[in-house]
């Protein structure tokens, strides 16, 4: 058993936890960061998504540490990837040329990037990393949490990390019943939140899907994958409200939930608009919704293919839920997850209709090599939903729906501690609930949806902070998951500076403005301009 000491210690180096390690290493304390997976990165990486954001992300909307780390990837493609001049040239370069966002890249790329920017601090001694590690105990002494013990997955050894400060990234709010800290599981009742779209009493166990994500090419050859085991099982699943078998390009239109057909045509032409989510969610064309590679960004002949993430609506698991459920069941789950992924590509490989009037993409190839996880796909499976802290206040459907507030001005409150921008877009749930997609206001970030009801030393850093099961749907994607960590990060480092709480911090008007002033010279945006939601 290894007994470290540390002033923060960060569990989960997701984006949310990167950032907030940033945030604490920039002012000067030491941190442990801990990691379950091979990659830092989260979302971005070891789940293989590529970044979903608003649409004024190019001029505003973000950090200046997000901003870093996109900068960070298009120059890792004009130092390393041999581009087309049109492509070097470009500043808003976008690798992929995906519909999703404008940003579309290999999740390597952001790996590189984001240890590009830790290793000043490991070099300094600064930051300890404890990869791959999972929390399993926590020592806490009546309002404070004293320890966290991290196991380690590569050998079954113990760390205990002491720390004077805790900031929970895990991908699932890991440290909540590990602290006892009060917290909620998937739908809030109308009763409790008055949010219009809530079930009237609190259903726990309907939380969104997650994913199984991965990544195909279309070259010659046959590379039809293996039967899977469960393949005839997933072929006949229709949810009530599918519209059609979900092993199809047939199902709900998020935004009006009318049945929608897309297409998919392997190398499909770059699309002659940028993406923007504010006027085309992009997901029309399958295999540019999320192409993360575009052969066309790049010399002749550089690649044989184009390289496209699978994060469609066919793959959302509905089948039951990872949050408090026994590690054997959240197994099963996961494994049954994988076997719809790779019944999905198999229907791919082998029904799918093409052009020509044939079926099936033979040509697909999984890339494996690109994500590096379990049966060819990602690392880890894509998480929307996680336990949420009950926090001192929280945000609701009424505050960020356009049509509730009658506007699509921004939600603002005097206690921001950053912005955010994205549609309140839930998932099918583990109950049967189809999509939830409605138009959202531009919101700031409360400082108090970071703060515990109770505990005094634990902060959130991602999915984890206090929204409702439906705010979450506009809170969880890329930039906002960032910023929420980095304000923790630079909320526990302000605290041990001066000698205060995050509470404290709070509700003392010269503090928070302190605090407030020390973001906005960090590069934290804490304030719209004029602008409408979508």
Not at 162 to 188: K, M, Q, S
Not at 312 to 335: N, Q
Not at 456 to 465: F, S, V
Not at 501 to 511: K, Q, S
């Amino acid at each position: 058993m290894t007994e470290l000491r540390t002033e923060i210690l960060v569990v989960g180096g997701g984006l949310g936890g990167v950032a907030a390690a940033l945030a604490a290493l920039d002012a000067g304390r030491q941190v442990v960061l801990s990691e379950e997976y091979g990659w830092l990165g989260g979302q971005l990486t070891s789940q293989a998504v590529p970044m979903d954001e608003h649409s004024w992300i190019e001029q505003f909307g973000a950090t200046a540490r997000y901003r870093r780390l996109r900068d960070g990837i298009r120059e890792h493609y004009r130092r390393w990837y041999p581009l087309t001049a049109r492509a070097f040239a470009d500043p808003t370069l976008n690798p992929g040329n995906g519909m999703v966002s404008r940003l579309c890249a290999e999740p390597s790329a952001g790996v590189a990037v984001i240890e590009a920017m830790l290793a000043p601090h490991r070099a300094s001694g600064r930051l300890t990393l404890v990869q791959p590690a999972v929390p399993i105990a926590a020592d806490v002494d009546d309002d404070r949490v004293r320890a966290i013990t991290l196991r380690r997955l590569d050998d079954e050894s113990e760390v205990i990390v002491t720390a004077d400060y805790i900031i929970d990234a895990t991908e699932l709010g890991e440290l909540l019943p590990l602290t006892g800290a009060e917290y909620v599981t998937g739908f809030e009742g109308r009763s409790d939140t008055g949010e219009p779209s809530a079930p009237e009493q609190p259903q726990p166990g309907n939380q969104q899907a997650f994913s199984w994500c991965f990544v195909v090419d279309h070259v010659d050859g046959d590379h039809t994958i293996d039967r899977p085991a469960e393949y005839d099982m997933w072929r006949s699943q229709q949810p009530p409200y599918w519209g059609a078998p979900m092993l199809s390009l047939t199902g709900p239109d998020p935004r009006t939930l009318e049945t929608l057909t897309r297409t998919f045509t392997p190398h499909a032409a770059r699309p002659a608009a940028l993406a923007d989510q504010g006027k085309d969610p992009g997901d029309r064309e399958l295999w540019t919704f999320r192409r993360i590679l575009a052969r066309d960004n790049f010399t002749p002949g550089a690649f044989p293919s184009d390289l496209v993430l699978v994060n469609w609506p066919m793959i959302d698991y509905l089948g039951g839920t990872l949050v408090d459920v026994s590690a054997d069941e959240a197994e099963r789950h996961k494994s049954r997850a994988r076997q719809q992924s790779l019944s999905m590509l198999y229907w791919l490989q082998t029904e799918a209709p093409r052009p020509d009037g044939g079926a099936g993409f033979p040509g697909l190839r999984l890339r494996g090599d690109v994500t590096q996880g379990p049966d060819g796909l990602a690392m880890a499976p894509y998480i929307r939903e996680s336990r949420r802290l009950l926090t001192e206040i929280r945000v609701t459907e009424q505050d960020l729906s356009i049509a509730l507030r009658g506007h699509g001005r921004p939600f603002t409150t005097g206690e921001s501690v950053g912005v955010g921008m994205y549609r309140i877009d839930l998932h099918p749930s583990t109950d049967g609930d189809n999509y939830l997609d409605v138009a959202s206001a531009p919101f700031e970030i409360p400082i108090g949806i970071l703060i515990p009801r109770r505990l005094e030393n634990l902060l959130p850093a991602g999915k984890n902070a206090g929204t409702t099961h439906i705010t979450n749907g506009a809170f969880r994607l890329h930039p906002v998951e960032w910023n929420i960590g980095e304000a923790a990060g630079s909320l526990a480092a302000f605290s041990l500076h001066r000698t205060t709480t995050p509470r404290a911090v709070r509700n003392t008007p010269a503090l928070l403005q302190e605090f407030q002033s020390l973001l906005t010279q960090d590069g934290v945006e804490l304030h719209w301009p004029d602008v409408t939601g979508y």
